[in-house]
RNA sequence: GGGCCGCUAGCUCAACUGGCAGAGCAGCUGACUCUUAAUCAGCAGGUUACAGGUUCGAUUCCUGUGCGGCUCACCA
């Protein structure tokens, strides 16, 4: 049997053999490029634009053969590379003997080759290089996506990532992107004096969040460890440890559902600055923002799904509990207790875990029917201690803390506090937080003796911030799913346990 | 985990109410000295995701399985 596809490899394994018998190597180990296609047309221009200049300069670029349009005496190809793309004009008579062979005998859409010679413009005003030198660098065995539609198969773009890449040129500029944005975040902190660090992934127990973990098991020491949830505990102890300002960019894994807003690992920006509370947090996140946006895009508006959004400062600020007033006609301060606030719920309709503690519930008011509206960059403020083991009271509310979260595009972007630096209160809020974990019927965790060890020394007042930075670039990049700005997403494994059973009977 | 939708050539997609599975791109052969989604002539390429069932006849209807998408639940 010869599928298609068996005939294609075969007709290339074919070709590759062809050029072993001839003596060119298919693979070769370097070649040399004077320019990239970007740069070789930055050149044409330089010299159409200063005819006197030396007329016999050569390049040399390199790159995929993306399309090939022969035509007779003559081939038009184009050639791509990590700048940009640039086409090759081979002439019969300009090309060597060996790269006519080339051209003619072996060469696929998809080989990565090296071309020299001159840079020319042809007829049509295509920028171009004149071949005298085509050499294989590396032969494709495999044909690419079609050339007109890309690849849009969704679950092939996941798993094969690099075609997608090499199809799709919007999916090449979204991944670029990322890249400058976490760049921009760079260097925005450390231009504030915020100095990077890397704290263990590898975690004893896994805190600073509430999610479940991924555990994992350390043969040399014969103990389990936690895949971190987040980065907040161990930065703190650098704060404490006389690093004023310190960030981490980092991934963090939690082993909860995936949706267009969830991947199991993902990207957590958190900073932490001594001396500082949450108000300054929020000054400066709307300004990193705001300049990111504007240092990457050229802009600080941007559109996501039907809505145009802009970072500009001042974002809205709204206390919590008004907008969910607002949206869930339900105030949570008339209901100081899990039961009462589970009651007006579900007498609103709403169904009701009753194994969810009071944090939770407001948690799920908020998301379910405040998170939707936030279109526009959006602090919500105060949120009741219950949901808020790690940050600061308010100073004039034992129920609240100085805490936000910050929302755009219907989705949570960042929260941040006033930590929490007193050693007893922290103490006593991990141990209320245990027992309503209890109540809830979730694994238990031992409350961090280390991290609470460490608070006993002193840690200064300081304001903490996390981002998750996927759904940044969603934003920044107008991308409705998670996945879509991860170059890798986390899929379901493909099963081939029963094609394997298929073949052997 | 539940619900809905999908899976046809390497890729992008057709195929009316159940009646011979079809294009374009990619590939192969040939023509062509400026093309750029090159063009023209020809060739080849299919376990219609998989396993059953109903039927004279199934890509089409039914059941199950696999994979995927969306969505709900879960997720401070």
């Known amino acids: 049997m010869t599928s298609r596809a068996d005939r294609i490899n075969r007709q290339r394994l074919e070709k590759l053999e062809g050029l072993y018998d001839r003596g060119v190597n298919p693979y070769p180990h370097r070649y040399r490029c004077s320019h990239t296609t970007e740069q070789a047309i930055a050149l044409l221009k330089q010299i159409e634009e200063n005819p006197t200049e030396e007329k016999a300069v ?5 790159g995929r053969i993306m399309s090939h349009r022969p035509m007779g005496k003559v081939a038009f190809l184009d050639l791509r590379d990590g700048s940009g793309k640039i086409q090759i004009y ?6 060597s003997e060996d790269s006519l062979k080339l051209l003619k005998k072996d060469l696929d859409i998809g080989d990565i080759v090296g071309a020299s010679g001159k840079p020319v413009r042809t007829r049509s005003g295509e920028a171009s290089i004149e071949v005298k030198e085509l050499t294989m660098l590396a ?9 007109w539609h890309g690849l849009s198969d969704i679950d092939t773009r996941y798993r094969q990532r690099y075609l997608d890449l090499i199809a799709n040129t919007e999916a090449r500029d979204i991944f670029l992107k990322r890249s400058q944005i976490i760049t921009a975040i760079r260097q925005f902190l450390n231009q504030r004096g915020f100095i990077e660090a890397e704290t263990p992934v590898l975690q004893p127990s896994a805190g600073g969040a509430l999610a479940q973990p991924f555990i994992t098991h350390q043969h040399a020491l014969s103990r389990d460890l936690y895949l971190r949830i987040a980065l907040e505990l161990y930065l703190k102890r650098l704060i404490i440890g006389g690093f004023d300002r310190v960030y981490e960019l980092g991934r963090i894994f939690r082993n909860e559902g995936l949706s267009t807003k969830h991947n199991p690992e993902f990207t957590m920006l958190e900073t932490y600055q001594a001396y500082a509370d949450y108000n300054d947090v929020m000054n400066m996140l709307e300004e990193m923002v705001c300049q990111v946006s504007r240092q990457v895009l050229g802009t600080d ?3 996501f799904g039907d809505n145009t959004i802009s970072f500009k400062p001042p974002w809205q600020r709204i206390e919590l509990r008004q907008a969910i007033i607002e949206h869930a006609g339900i105030d949570f301060e008339e209901h100081p207790d899990a039961g009462s606030l589970r009651a007006k719920m579900a007498a609103r309709g709403m169904e009701v875990d009753p194994e969810k503690g009071r944090g939770r519930l407001i948690d799920e008011l ?5 998170e939707p509206h936030l279109v526009q960059p959006t602090f919500l403020l105060h949120h009741p201690v219950d949901m808020s083991p790690l940050a600061k009271l308010k100073p004039d509310n034992e129920h609240l803390v100085e805490r936000f979260e910050a929302f755009a595009g219907g989705m949570e972007i960042a929260n941040a506090f006033t930590e929490l630096n007193d050693p007893l209160e922290q103490r006593k809020r991990f141990i209320e937080q245990q027992k309503s974990r209890q109540a809830e019927g979730e694994i238990e965790e031992a409350v961090d003796e280390d991290f609470l060890l460490a608070l006993e020394y002193g840690m200064p007042p300081t304001g903490g911030l996390g981002v998750g930075i996927d759904r940044l670039v969603m934003l920044l990049t107008g991308q409705t799913s ?3 700005v991860i170059l890798f997403p986390q899929l379901k ?5 029963d094609k394997g059973e298929r073949q052997e009977s």
């Open 493 to 497: 494994e493909k099963s081939t346990r």
């Open 366 to 370: 908020l998301s379910t029917f405040v």
């Open 58 to 62: 050569e390049v040399s670029v390199a």
């Open 90 to 95: 081979c002439h019969r008579n300009i090309l």
């Open 301 to 303: 508006t941007v559109k």
């Open 139 to 147: 032969k494709s065995l495999q044909p690419l996506p079609e050339k």
């Open 482 to 484: 998670i996945r879509q």
